[in-house]
């Protein structure tokens, strides 16, 4: 969980632009469209907690249901709060053998639950962590500036990023799923 500031730019509506949905949002799905696959629909629900609006402009909880192209789904959960909130996984992967959730740590983690392992098993990575995970997404935009490449993740992909916040906002407001336009 990120927890702007008082004097951060989540706070002034016109560069926020909304709240956890669309700032946080924007992170979060790529990950679900990498494993899942576009994003088709939404349904949403969001709100904000009292006291909030001294370090967010926008919604401080977003819960939704999103329906991939192919027929998966997902929930997507969202929250910026100043009070103190259990541990609670960054990711968490759901299959017919089990979970795979992606622990709450900048140190990266995996944890593997399924019939042989019922209380979890720590899945140790290479990955040197959260912050060491943006170090492929900058290679790529340096390789792409500096030799010309196409980009691994192409601007338009993270269009539809933005399009599915804002349908989320729409299905907010209409109460029923929204398509991305």
């Not at 990266?108 to 170090?135: H, M, R, V």
Request: with cysteine.
């Amino acid at each position: 969980m990120f927890m702007p500031s008082e004097n951060d730019w989540h706070v002034d509506g016109k560069k926020a632009g909304g709240g956890v949905t669309i700032d946080g949002g924007l992170h979060w799905l790529r990950p679900m469209k990498v494993w899942l696959g576009d994003i088709e629909s939404v349904i949403a629900f969001t709100a904000t907690h009292p006291g909030a609006e001294r370090y967010c402009a926008g919604e401080t909880i977003c819960r939704s249901l999103v329906r991939f192209q192919g027929g998966k789904c997902g929930t997507f959960d969202a929250t910026y709060c100043a009070a103190a909130l259990a541990p609670q996984p960054w990711f968490v992967l759901t299959g017919e053998k089990g979970e795979i959730a992606i622990e709450p740590s900048f140190d990266g983690g995996l944890t593997l639950y399924n019939a042989d392992n019922p209380k979890g098993k720590k899945i140790q990575l290479e990955c040197g962590g959260y912050w060491e995970s943006f170090t492929g997404e900058m290679k790529d935009w340096g390789s792409a500036i500096q030799n010309g490449t196409p980009l691994k993740y192409a601007p338009e992909e993270a269009m539809k990023d933005i399009m599915a916040s804002l349908a989320m906002y729409r299905s907010r407001d209409s109460l029923k799923f929204e398509k991305l336009e």
